[in-house]
């Protein structure tokens, strides 16, 4: 009998399954083989939702051991001996604290069985997040043979200015469409008179988290274009609350523009598949991604797409072809194309179709978990 390579995915914290790295482990935790790999889990920190979302048991240290500086030591030594007592052959770290734990523990890990554990670190956007602290911590690791998968060309670039990181240690491996989370999404739809809405309405979807670096203040000033010229539009915005300030700034310019009844703040959604059928575009106004899992859903559930052109996004949309590509923070560069839009059926149709192709041909769900088997079972010469 085929051992299975042990994998133990850890991450410092999780604090809700909608954004786009959550969703991603999730994803994996979900959908690795259990006959090629037996999967093992770790939040080091602090975990915010239901243990009952992830398909094994997370094993939470910071309720354990307590989450505090001063029990960061004894959380560490556990670490080292549970690599120890299960064998691990794979750590998967997913924040930047995670990488540094990882790679210590490995090393520790390795004097006291002697047996070899190969890390592996995501790059899931352009570095925004990474201040000056982030920075150090990667020049802690530099002496560490590790293994970086990227979720785009982009990110990889921005690592490779940023942080220095070799191009030959990185893997490209892209987001995936999920089928499964398709189809659930469809079998419970929101009715345009759940959320307020007419028939008659042309409604612009917009999928985001509530925090600065997604743009909706751009989004706004377009949508007060849009509206001068199509009184019937509504901009549909659903995101999970992350920044409590920003909303209220948002709210904000939406009554000082008067734009109350055409753009809407309907928080999250468990599923986004659930309320994309009844929008008649997407879109996504963010200052930098790397490749966006609400413009891959976008595309997924055939919607045409107008989004800024940052990071990874030209490796969904080509522009002209499935969406219109637009300058970030250029609110009138995006209502022209959003109107372009709104008065062309025929072009809608077509970046509709050609989206809902692209998703299927280049983020088809069991592709890329192939190829996330073949990159760890190749980390251990299988």
């Not at 419970?188 to 999928?207: H, M, W």
């Not at 670096?213 to 901009?235: C, M, W």
């Amino acid at each position: 009998m085929t051992q299975l390579l042990r994998i133990l995915f850890m991450t410092d914290y999780y604090y809700f399954p909608h954004g786009g790295t959550e969703q991603h482990l999730l994803w994996l935790l979900r959908n690795l083989d259990p006959k090629r790999f037996e999967k093992y889990f770790i939040v080091f920190s602090q975990l915010e939702c239901p243990p009952e979302v992830f398909p094994i048991q997370p094993l939470v240290f910071g309720q354990i051991y307590g989450n505090r500086k001063s029990s960061l030591l004894k959380r560490f030594r556990v670490l080292v001996r549970y690599i120890c007592d299960n064998h691990i052959d794979i750590i998967h770290a997913f924040t930047p604290n995670d990488e540094v734990l990882s790679c210590y523990a490995a090393w520790f890990a390795r004097r006291k069985s002697g047996k070899s554990i190969r890390i592996v670190c995501h790059r899931r956007n352009l570095g925004y997040a990474r201040g000056k602290k982030h920075f150090i911590l990667s020049r802690l690791t530099k002496r560490f043979d590790i293994a970086y998968l990227a979720n785009s060309r982009a990110a990889v670039e921005a690592a490779l200015e940023k942080e220095g990181i070799p191009r030959e240690r990185f893997t490209v491996i892209h987001n995936p469409f999920s089928q499964s989370r398709w189809e659930e999404g469809r079998a419970s739809p929101v009715s345009r008179s759940e959320l307020g809405l007419d028939t008659n309405d042309f409604v612009i979807g917009s999928v985001a988290t509530i925090r600065r670096i997604k743009g909706y203040e751009t989004l706004v000033q377009a949508a007060r274009f849009v509206v001068d010229k199509h009184t019937n539009a509504r901009f549909l915005c659903i995101g999970e609350l992350e920044d409590a300030q920003y909303l209220v700034e948002l709210q904000s310019q939406t009554a000082e523009l008067g734009l109350e009844r055409h753009v809407l703040w309907q928080g999250s959604f468990d599923n986004p598949f659930r309320v994309l059928p009844i929008c008649d575009l997407a879109v996504l106004s963010s200052y930098s991604e790397s490749l966006s899992n609400s413009v891959l859903e976008y595309a997924a559930a055939g919607l045409p797409i107008v989004a800024s052109d940052v990071g990874g996004m030209n490796e969904i949309i080509t522009d002209g072809e499935n969406g219109f590509l637009v300058p970030p923070k250029h609110p009138e560069s995006l209502a022209e194309k959003i109107t372009t839009l709104i008065e062309n059926p025929e072009l809608r149709r077509t970046f509709a179709e050609h989206a809902a192709e692209t998703a299927r041909r280049n983020f088809d769900e069991s592709a890329i978990l192939s190829r996330y088997s073949e990159f760890y079972e190749s980390l251990c010469g299988k």
